[in-house]
């Protein structure tokens, strides 16, 4: 790859940490409003490179206070005291997409829809076999990298037209979940699925559930055991894997080739985390049907704070049955919002309480050859 050229544009800055010559942008200054640089660079350079290549010339340094405390720093980790560049205290990297200067909320302060993805600090890209890893540092990541992820659709934007953002976090990005949960929460949501497709009666979600079952998308908790070490090991948590699929439409083929998995585990995969493939494009759609949406919903609420652990899962299982008992009742899956409201009510129970909290009056699934019906008998009795 020959050298590239990149158009920076410059960010308002965090004025106590970085220091910008003649001033930067406004909030809610659109693309077009930004200074700009263009910066040419070796495909092989890192985007960091990139950023204090551009620092440099668009005048952005550490403020005196900041440089100050990092000279604290060094001499209380007994290093000698040297100068840092504004680009080293950099975190963020983010490129410009075609919508960013869209207004999402007006006023004196306009928020763009730009300002809604900019503090990304890590990326999707792929290796030497092909191969997605997660969580690679964006400014760590090289042109190359970045510019093969954007054209596999793995990251927004368009990595020769970057933005330059001199701010410091704001807040701790940690991860939506561990495997090991997450493969439970799966395995719960199957097994009230199952029953619910066994004695549930002629509705719309059972009759769906029992196509699906025979999709073998009971097995997705068996696929994502299978690979989620080697998953982890490229750096990614089950919210990192829910994000990718989720992100855009692919065909089972594009899926396995980046997740490292056999086409059939693909399909298991997705048709179990509530994707519907379409046939006539073959690619695969998320939410794309009523059964679907409900499988996506629970999923994405699985990772709420008051269902993790072991009493978490307690909590899920019941979380789930009552979603399905709702949806077989009424033959609609419960809203966004009233499902946000039910699981505030349980953290409010939850957070409430100090000893064992009473909310989980069910009969849990007992381990025996028949799946053990009476919680679904309790709450629809003329089932």
């Known amino acids: 790859m020959e050298s590239i050229e990149v158009q920076v544009g410059l960010l308002p800055a965090f004025e106590a940490v970085f220091d910008v010559k003649d001033g930067s942008a406004r909030i809610g200054s659109a693309w077009g409003d930004l200074k700009h640089v263009t910066i040419a660079t070796d495909p092989e350079d890192t985007f960091r490179d990139v950023m204090r290549k551009a620092c440099d010339s668009l005048g952005v340094t550490l403020t005196s206070m900041a440089r100050e405390a990092e000279a604290s720093i060094q001499k209380f980790n007994g290093q000698e005291v040297h100068d840092v560049h504004a680009a080293d205290k950099l975190v963020f990297a983010a490129f410009r997409c075609a919508d960013d200067d869209v207004v999402v909320h007006g006023g004196e302060f306009p928020v763009l829809k730009r300002d809604q993805r900019i503090a990304s600090t890590e990326f999707i890209v792929r290796n030497e076999e092909g191969l997605i890893v997660w969580r690679r540092p964006g400014l760590d990541a090289s042109m190359a990298e970045l510019i093969d992820a954007s054209s596999h659709g ?99 083929e594009e899926i396995a080739a980046l997740v490292g998995c056999s086409d059939s585990e693909a399909q298991a995969l997705l048709w179990g985390l509530g994707f519907v493939l379409e046939e006539s494009s073959s690619l695969w759609i998320y939410r794309g049907d009523p059964l679907a949406q409900f499988l996506g919903d629970s999923i994405d609420f699985s990772f709420a704070d008051i269902f993790n652990g072991e009493e978490g899962q307690a909590r899920f299982r019941d979380f789930v049955e009552r979603r399905v008992g709702s949806y077989v ?53 003329g089932k």
Not at 189 to 200: C, F, Q
Not at 346 to 368: G, K, M, N
């Open 329 to 381: 009742s009424s033959g609609e899956s419960p809203s966004k919002e009233d499902t946000e409201a039910d699981i505030d009510e349980r953290r409010r129970s939850v957070y409430e309480r100090s000893t064992d909290c009473d909310i989980l009056d069910f009969d849990p699934l007992l381990p025996d050859e028949e799946p053990n019906r009476s919680w679904f008998r309790r709450l629809w009795p």
């Open 154 to 252: 793995l990251i927004e934007g368009d990595p020769e037209m970057a933005y330059l953002n001199p701010t410091i976090p704001q807040g701790d990005f940690g991860s939506l979940g561990e495997w090991r949960s997450f493969i439970q929460a799966l395995e719960i949501l199957w097994d009230v699925v199952s029953v619910a497709s066994v004695v549930g009666g002629a509705t719309a979600l059972t009759e769906q559930a029992r196509r699906l079952l025979k999709q073998r998308s009971q097995e997705t908790p068996e696929v994502v055991r299978h690979h989620s070490k080697a998953w982890s090991e490229r750096g990614a948590s089950p919210g990192d894997l829910f994000r990718f699929l989720i992100s855009k439409p692919r065909s089972s």
